[in-house]
């Protein structure tokens, strides 16, 4: 089916906006101090080496040509040198991957998980005990940084316990899951529940009021008088169409969630993208923090556009107009 | 068949009906006409036993001898759909957005009678007919946004009279509606009770439009029956100061046809 | 008028702890400064409520200190980051058409960059510190202040009364100022709170990482990551800033639902 | 011969919607005397609130003029204009919408007072404003209130001395009586009534009820898809329709001399 032209119109913004912050990121790492040869080469190294490495990564050639040339790497899946591993960024990035990406997918499946029911059950309860409670825990995850709560399962799940590592990751062992692989599974576990734990907070809240919105809609009466029971007409109608603003809010939450992941990755030593970028900072291997944040960028970019075309596809009256 | 005592609705301390009696037989019409906050869209909710938690009720609500307001949630909804049917004011918002218009009248059908989605698929047809939708085959899958005002609110009939109800509230009908599309609505209203010879509730501000087909009239002030009767007798002789300001209210042409009638 | 309970509770929180930031200025239980090596890492006992941190310095006074500077770059950030988001996104409203697709356009590029990521980049170009923190968090305001206010005043944009004002000759900027933002304001209230709870929470997490104000400025994030080293040996110090973190942006959320109550009572839900 | 108060001379708007065009006012034509209350009937869709939107420039029309008392005000300067404004104020269907929630009734009513520098201030304002609320049947004191406490009837009371403080010689209402209860709607149609023989003002009632069409109306048009299909005095129009159209709009309405269903006309 040819793209109509107002997804044609949206995926051109994105990309325009992709555009951009690739743009924003590498002017602000071009300002940033520190020379990569000299950090490749030690302070001490002669100049003329430095002048030759230098010429040898390109350096000198004018800032434009730099910037397109960086991009078209992205492209094609070359985004340069590590300063300090001296190993090709994508692959310092893939590998990393292998922890960031199961870490935020199991979050954010624990957190949708618990939330969206929680949040219709505590509508569907409004005012009376089942709902008292989800607010409170819901003002509670919300309250609590992620981090913190990481500190706190290490304590009591890891020290205290020891069901689970108190940091680190095993790797998934060479092929399958064998024992390597649950041993990832658990490495992963506190990190991810200290991950999911604010986003399911907030979800719950969202999910409740979308519920309670649409429950106060004239058409829930109308499946009320047709016969149908409080629960049958909350998860006919009113579930269905309170979806809608939650999938956008899970969109919105993205940043948070990468946010979380550099912090909850640095309290369980998870070598996952978050704790690369932040060495990377440390060790002012700026090609590194450069890639990084640009992935980050264009993932919050792609979901948004994603949760936008998906809204319009599942409101009926949105598709309508496409 | 429907027999209303003393009943009395409070929301909090706010009195919404004090003491409202009336009786409703089969293949009759009852006019409810009163202005906003005059109680008539909460007596409606009332039968449908569809008030709000913070509402408090009183009094009985007889229906073929039992007591709408002491009958247990599950036998309510056994009730509502099957044997009670209600029409609502605004098309615009009384129909699942999400939702395409032949589910939503089949859905009564297939609760209430088991029927298979063929089945319930083949009455929607015949029901899109009896309220004269044009092409219903092309419609029935639509969604409610591609419907006017007048079809949205004759698939709303088409959902109350679904399960053929022995009684229909229909609570201003016709209020959100053009002229023209308003006076076919109440025509085919009118139709339909005779033809199943179900009891219609139609509640209005206008009495112009209670006087098309109903057979009484009750009037109704803040919460109070000030005057009940046929309706003839209710506008040619009215009893009450209210009653008459309301006359009073319609345009003078609407008054003037029920000078020159016998 | 009953206040609603959350916006009671809330607001007393948010008293207490901007109090104990203000009142840390001039007086705490003890020096947060001075260190007694004898008397490290002890538990919360009567002379130190809170205990003492690795350096034998009370757990306590650094907490309230610690409050001035959470509680400094946080509503600083919010504040502009809120002002600028708000305007951004009530012009974008006025003006609709171009402008509008521009400003959204700026802001989903903006939304890309929450205030880790901003943080790391700014590092890099100008490295640690609070003016580093106030801009990564402020920037990420903008959009969030954005969306909301220009979603909320295109609402307000279709009523009737802006006609008549429009048939007063009054211009858009004039409307703006009279009309959209006076009935805006209560949903920018609310938001106000809360995201000033968010910040508190990104802030923590900047100076978990390093990245926020350095030492030996107090800050409730490197408490807790400096108390990642004796978590074994004293528990009671990974408690005591993690749960000062909480209950201030606890005390936030509760004053935003309460305020968002007190304006729309439709929604008003019980606890 | 007096010269017009109001003339519409050939007005089209056209909306894009997806690839065609929506035709809302297809070359309209009518003229208001002054003093005088035309009334524009139509069903929903027909074009009439475009029609109002136009009259009172706040949509600018695809082709045809408007003339205010003479002057065409889609050529007029952002500073003629404005004075040009102070002929011709709107009324709105929505009492809940029309007024500012978070501004008091005092100062909602002198809000088209902007459009006049040497406009009263101060403690003249007030008598001003004071004096219209009396005119319209409210008592001055209640500048001071706010809109949320006040009854439907009651802020569309508001909002029509809010019309009339610069004393325009044009007053469009907007289904104005729409949102109210019947006996509300009749004390409003006279209020404007008695309004125009005080003030002299000329009103454009736009409305799809022909009962108050019957009521308030010297002359009438009848609107259809854009286009005005009949249009005359109002005892000429409503007693003996030439259009069809016109016809079955008289039919539908409620009549009262068919009581009860056993004389019901069948639908033909």
Known sequence: MTPSPSRIRRLAGAALMLLVTSLVIFLLIEAAPGDPAEIMLGTSAQADTLAALRDQLGLDRPLMVRYLAWLGGVVTGNMGQSYTYGVPVAGLIAERMLVTLPLTLMATLLAVGVSVPLGVMA?????????GLATVFAQMGIAVPNFWIGLLLILVFALKLGWFPVGGFPGWGDAGWGDAGWGAISALILPAVALAIPQAAVLTRVTRAAVLDVAAEDFIRTARAKGLSRHRALWRHTVPNALLPVVTMLGLQIPFLISGAVLVENVFSLPGIGTLAYQALSQRDLIVVQNVVLLFAAIVLAVNAGTDALYARLDPRLKARQ | MLSIRNLRVTFGERPALNGIDLSLARGRTLGVVGESGSGKSVMALAVMGLLPRTARATGRIGFDGRDILTMPERDLCALRGNRIGMIFQEPMTALNPAMRIGAQIAEGLILHQGLSRRDARAKVMHLLDMVRIPRAAERIDSFPHELSGGQRQRVGIA?????????????????????TVQAQILDILDDLVAELGIALMLISHDLGVIARIADDTLVLYRGTLI???????????????????????????????????? | MRLPK???????????????????????????TAMNIVARLQAPDAAHWFGTDPI?????????????????????????GGAAGTLLGVTAAARGGRAERLVMGFNGVLFAFPPILSAILLGALMGPGAVTAITAIGVFMVPVFARISRAAAIQIWARDYISAARMAGKNDIRITAEHVLPNIL????????????????????????????????PSWGRMLSESQTYLAAAPHLVLAPGLAIAVTVLGLNLLGDGLRDLTDPRRGQAG | MTQPLLQVSRLSRHFPLGQGMVRALDDVSLTLMPEQILGVVGESGSGKSTLARIVMGLDRPTSGSVRIAGRDIFALSPRHLRQARRDFQMVFQDPYGSLDPRHRVGRIIAEPLHLDTTAPKGRDRRDLVGRLLRDVGLDAADQDRFPHEFSGGQRQRIAI?????????LLVADEATSALDLTVQKQILRLILDLRDEHGIGVLFITHNLGVVDQICDSVAVMKDGRIVESGPMRQVMDHPAEPYTRRLLEAEPRLDVIGRKVRPKPS
């Open chain 3, 6 to 32: 959350s916006l009671i509770l809330g607001a007393a929180i948010t008293a207490i702890m901007v109090g104990a930031a203000v009142l840390s200025r001039v007086w705490t239980p003890a020096d947060p």
């Open chain 3, 56 to 80: 034998g310095r009370d757990v306590l006074s650094i907490i309230m200190a610690g409050a001035w500077t959470s509680l400094g770059i946080a509503m600083l950030a919010t504040a502009i």
């Open chain 4, 161 to 169: 001395a809010r019309a009339l403080i610069t004393k325009p010689r």
């Open chain 1, 123 to 131: 509508a569907a309860r409004q005012g009376r005990a089942g709902d």
């Open chain 3, 186 to 217: 209560p949903q920018i209230i609310v938001q106000l709170a809360i995201q000033t709870g968010l910040a508190i929470l990104s802030e923590a997490g900047l100076s978990f990482l390093g990245m926020g104000v350095s030492p030996p400025t």
């Open chain 2, 227 to 262: 005057e009940q009767g046929p309706t003839e007798r209710v506008l040619r002789r009215p009893g009450h100061d209210y009653t008459r300001t309301l006359l009073d209210a319609l345009p003078p042409r609407v008054r003037a046809t029920l000078r020159d009638a016998p």
């Open chain 2, 159 to 179: 959902i109350a009279l679904a399960l053929t109800p022995d009684l229909l509230i229909a609570d201003e009908p016709t209020t959100a509606l053009d002229v």
